[in-house]
């Protein structure tokens, strides 16, 4: 019976607070990142609202040198928000902004990235994990970063915060919040330069077919792979912007060093996204040349059409003449009537093939 809670806890995405996972990093301990279920995430975050955070205790942290000091422990907690408790859990723990629960229920997919008082409260858009290069498989991520807690949520499984998980995993323990958010922005870069790797194979492939005249169903092909760019492109294109502009009034707690790392994470964003442009002008390129080449095909066998219903006109026109059942028909009595007709029909259909192929040429 426990074996079948926890597959049904598995396949639904989390704990039973919804927590997919939760991870706290402290520099100080013997494992920089240690792995945490809801109830332990809960018993820290209490902790630390009893913790006093006077004036007296932050002068202390600034007047104290060392990394130990600099960069602090924090907690990551990554939540399936379909799950039902998951905003309840958050609502009773965390102690997050009102706006990040705004942003939740707004249902506005654009993204941003402000600063709500001392936290940062974004939200993006990534691919499914089970991404199968689909318009429609794209989802939101909502995020929302103090200098202690970062709390990201979803409702369909998205790879480039399971990149960050596995690589956290792996031993990958990032010093602030920020830097955590950094990796996070570099792992959607990453998940966006493997996306147009394998879009531009894709039309590399068509492209050759193209060559080789095989024009099958490539031009509905290009057009989901054309949609799926746009709309990467629309949804994405925000952001490196979102974050210069946050970048240029930073919270007081997020270091220097740390807001650098960002702004190279953002560069590298948006040469991703000028790729995803050069791609979708390749990509109207190649549906231009196909339909020429389609048009070229259809004014082609319209021109066969046209010189088979032109040549087939003569005997038509004499079959239906010589067909009429009254008196008078010429050649009706010479003995050499049918071959004169024909004559007569080869003769037109001759004088017709030439006026037809004299005007294609």
Not at 4 to 28: K, N, P, T
Not at 292 to 309: G, H, I, K, P, Q
Request: hydrophobic residues 45%.
């Amino acid at each position: 019976m426990s074996a079948f809670h926890d597959l049904a806890a598995q396949s639904y995405g989390g704990d039973e607070a919804g927590l997919i996972c939760g991870y706290l990093f402290d520099a100080r301990a013997p494992e920089p990142a240690r792995a945490i279920d809801s109830a332990q995430a809960a018993a820290w975050l209490a902790e630390q609202r009893d913790t006093p955070t006077g004036p007296a205790s932050r002068e202390d942290l600034h007047d104290c040198e060392g990394d130990e000091q600099e960069n602090p422990a924090y907690v990551w907690l990554h939540f399936n928000l379909s799950h039902a408790h998951a905003e309840r859990w958050l609502v009773r723990h965390a102690n997050l902004s009102d706006t990040f629960y705004e942003t939740l229920h707004e249902g506005l997919p654009s993204t941003r990235i402000e600063r709500d008082d001392d936290s940062l409260i974004a939200v993006i858009n990534d691919v499914h994990f089970e991404f199968s290069f689909e318009p429609s498989d794209i989802s939101t991520l909502w995020i929302s970063v103090g200098p202690r807690l970062v709390v990201t949520a979803r409702t369909k499984p998205l790879r480039s915060v399971d990149a960050l998980r596995t690589a956290v995993k792996a031993g990958d323990a990032p010093r602030s919040s920020t830097e955590l958010l950094e990796h996070l922005l570099r792992a959607q870069a990453d998940v966006l330069v493997k996306i147009v790797r394998g879009v531009t194979s894709r039309i590399d492939r068509i492209e050759d077919e193209l060559l080789a005249g095989r024009l099958d169903h490539k031009r509905a092909r290009l057009g989901v792979l054309r949609r799926l760019l746009v709309r990467l492109q629309r949804l994405l294109a925000p952001e490196p912007a979102a974050l210069f502009r946050l970048l240029q009034g930073p919270p007081g707690w997020m270091a220097e060093p740390d807001a650098q790392a960002l702004r190279g994470s953002t560069e590298e964003f948006s040469v991703v996204l000028r790729d995803m442009q050069a791609l979708q002008e390749r990509i109207k390129l190649l549906q231009e040349e196909i339909a020429a080449n389609v048009n070229e095909d259809n004014n082609r066998s319209l021109f066969v059409l046209t010189v088979v219903t032109v040549l087939a006109l003569p005997i038509n026109i004499l079959a239906g003449l010589f067909g009429m059942n009254v008196g008078g028909i010429p050649l009706a009595e010479h003995k050499h009537g049918f071959w004169i007709v024909v004559g007569i029909v080869i003769s037109f259909t001759a004088v017709a093939a030439w006026a037809a192929f004299r005007k294609k040429r």
